[in-house]
């Protein structure tokens, strides 16, 4: 067996054989709430590529790119205003502590409480989510500068705006970025959170609507979808990090030999 | 010789200080905030009357009732997940065929939201514990199992070959190779699997409603006790900092031996 | 061209306090190329972080071309021991040598070529897309020598720069940067503890007392300008001269402590 067909089936033994199993395992099953899996993926089909993709999907990732996009801009500010001054970093870390130890989905009925059920209040639930892990790592990426790299900015006299972008910034990046991979994870269940706890439209809304109204294959196959988007996300993150962060895993595996 | 890290605080005594002022200023903002009418006192309540909410809250046997809850689930699917997640880890990582045939199936089960299996859970299980624990316990297996993964692929080749060329047996190495190696790892993903497993105990108690802090808080907003609501806020974030102040001693203990305790690896 | 007066530093910390240099007085005439050595733990890095600004000195004073120094003065480059820490592992190695020059604002017609001809001097010319990382040890102190070469330094101070690479790469580098400094007239203060290495290289050999430190000897090389591994520390005059540093040097470690 060559090397690539080798690397190939170990890649897709183990789930081509879940799969299986679980085909066959539904396959005659009658019960209500375990259908089988030839029916989710019928359903599937029907329930998401219609009009739903345009009027739920698509309006749920867009607020929750707003409201990313917007965390990593106010986390990354002001983790590096913070990571920069150790007055203001001491001042602020009890607060912070305790702001980021609240578990997000909490925020969600405060929320509803302060702007309703609308766009808004989705989007800022997951600005307030996703700001916390980007903010507190960044923090910690701008606190860990290399020590011998900022002598020799100050021995070359490299300061002020330049300072920080070449130095500053892109020694944080390793860190920024752990930090906004785990903001993507809370701010994908919060996207659904804000949707399923209350709301008149969105994925999570969908969703939970066809529980309700017990639409068990179409519940399973919105399940699906939901799975199947986290992953997706995760590849496009991964192969925007791999290229801002080339560097960093090439100076790793050289480190490990 | 060189300066080390920037950005050095100074005595310890003078960071306490300004991380009390930190606090007090947080909290004199969020009473006179309402007050002045800056914010409507409608959604934001002053501190003041949170606390006053909260003192109340204590004197009530229904909300102990629910912190325990909390707290049970937490403690019960974290263990869960950390037990199986090492297992495993140790397991699969330990040989490299089993890492390379399980490796597309874990990247592509681990993104997957746990939040999507709400309504799963709510249809097979109905409102109790159990659907809490199935998300909790999911959520945080993940973490625990990448880090543990982590941590056996850092062992140091040459020192395995130390170990081989003694002629250490498998549980020999597992003991004094492995599982020092991985140890570090394991921590770091107890920590972050313990902060998972908090966020998604409180989100089934508010969405499902499983017993808890999170469905009395659900409870409080329905029925506009916002007072109330915020008090229970407080207290969920007073968990939260908690059980990052255990996780964290305990990683502090279990790695008193540690040279370094390691960065967490961007997973 | 550099001028230490008086130079003291006394760490405070920790409930010690430890006076790690004494008073420093001497001079490094314009051009000249002066070697430091000193018994470990002397101070010799922590006299060349005062002259290059880094550290403020508790007393005394440090002028550089007759202007005192109170931060990183300008016209001078430095060039620490942990290369594989003061070049930015994110930059391609020609991007790390311009970047003091894009810092100062040079615009690229001029940056270019001074880049280009700084790896060609230290033959490094083939190297310049790669990531630093990615180079030998030897190799990645060259790129740090290069970044400095290109900055167009009237002064240039090396931290036992060879320190940490292997015997017959240090040979290599020792003459680099001895036909460097030949080829630019720039004033090279070299700190090293290689008492071989300081004789070899310098004009003149600065021995340094143990802690507090103070100059204790100074002593002219008078060996011909060109300089070759084979014949140079073949020759009895090397021999003679290496001998009377090693003695100052021993006599200044038996009369610490």
Known sequence: MTAALRRATLVVALPAALLTAWWFASAGSTDFYRPPLSRILAAFGETWFGPRLVDDVLPSLARLGLGYAMALVIGVTLGVATGLSPRLRAT?????????????????????????????????????????????????????????????????????????????????????????????????????????????????????????????????????????????????????????????????????? | MTAGKTGRTGKPAGRVRLGLAGLLGFAALLELAPRAGVVPERYAPPTSRIVAALVEQAGEQRFWTALADTARTWATGLAIAVVAGVALGVLIGATPLLRAATASTIEFLRPIPSVALIPLVVVLYGATRSSTLVLVVYAAFWQVLVQVLHGVADIDPVARETALSYRLGRWARVRWLVWPTALP???TGVRLAASVALILTITGELVIGSPGLGREIAVAQTSGAVPQMYALVLVTGLVGVAANLVTRGAERRVLAWHPSVRAEVPV | ?????????????????????????????????????????????????????????????????????????????????????????????????????????????????????????????????????????????????????????????????FAAVDAQTRADLEDLIRSVWQRLGV???????DIDEAVYLGQRVIMLSAAPTRVAEELAVDLPDARDQLTTRGDPRFTELRGQVYAQIQKAKGAAG
Not at chain 1, 129 to 137: A, F, R
Not at chain 3, 187 to 193: A, I, K, Y
């Open chain 3, 187 to 193: 004033t090279l203060l070299f700190v090293t503890h």
């Open chain 1, 92 to 257: 602020l870390e009890p607060v912070l502590e305790f702001l980021r130890a609240v578990p997000p989905p909490v925020l969600v009925p405060i929320l509803i409480l302060v702007a309703g059920i609308g766009n808004t209040m989705k989007v800022l639930v997951i600005v307030s989510g996703c700001v916390w892990p980007v903010l507190l790592n960044t923090v910690e990426g701008v606190r860990n500068v290399d020590g011998v790299l900022a002598d020799t900015c100050r021995s070359y006299r490299i300061r002020g705006q330049a300072r920080l972008r070449h130095l500053v910034l892109r020694s944080a990046s390793p860190q920024i970025v752990t930090g906004a991979r785990q903001a993507l994870s809370i701010g994908i269940i919060l996207m659904v959170i804000s949707e399923m706890f209350a709301a008149s439209s969105g994925l999570g809304f969908t969703i939970v609507q066809f529980q309700r109204g017990f639409a068990i294959p179409e519940m399973w196959s919105g399940v699906l979808l939901l799975g199947l988007l986290g992953v997706a996300l995760s590849v496009v993150f991964r192969v925007v990090e791999h290229r801002v962060l080339g560097w960093y895993h090439g100076i790793r595996a050289v480190q490990r030999q």
């Open chain 3, 1 to 161: 061209m550099l001028s230490v007066r008086g130079l003291r530093k006394v760490y405070d910390g920790h409930g010690r306090r430890v006076e790690a240099v004494g008073d420093l007085t001497f001079e490094v005439a314009d051009g000249a190329f002066v070697c430091v050595v000193g018994p470990s733990g002397c101070g010799k890095t922590t006299l060349l972080r005062c002259i290059a600004g880094l550290l403020p000195p508790t007393s005394g004073s440090v002028q550089v071309c007759g202007t005192p120094v109170t931060g990183p003065p300008d016209g001078l480059a430095v060039v620490f021991q942990e290369y594989g820490r003061s070049l930015f592992p994110w930059l391609r190695v020609q991007e790390n040598v311009e970047l003091p020059l894009r810092a100062a604002r040079m615009p690229r017609a001029r940056r270019r070529p001074l880049v280009a001809e700084a790896l060609a001097a230290v033959g490094l010319s083939d190297a310049a897309s790669a990531y630093p990382w990615q180079l030998s040890g030897g190799m990645q102190q060259r790129v740090a020598i290069a970044r400095a070469i290109a900055y167009q330094p009237r002064v240039l101070l090396m931290d036992e720069p």
């Open chain 2, 185 to 187: 790892y394991a921590m």
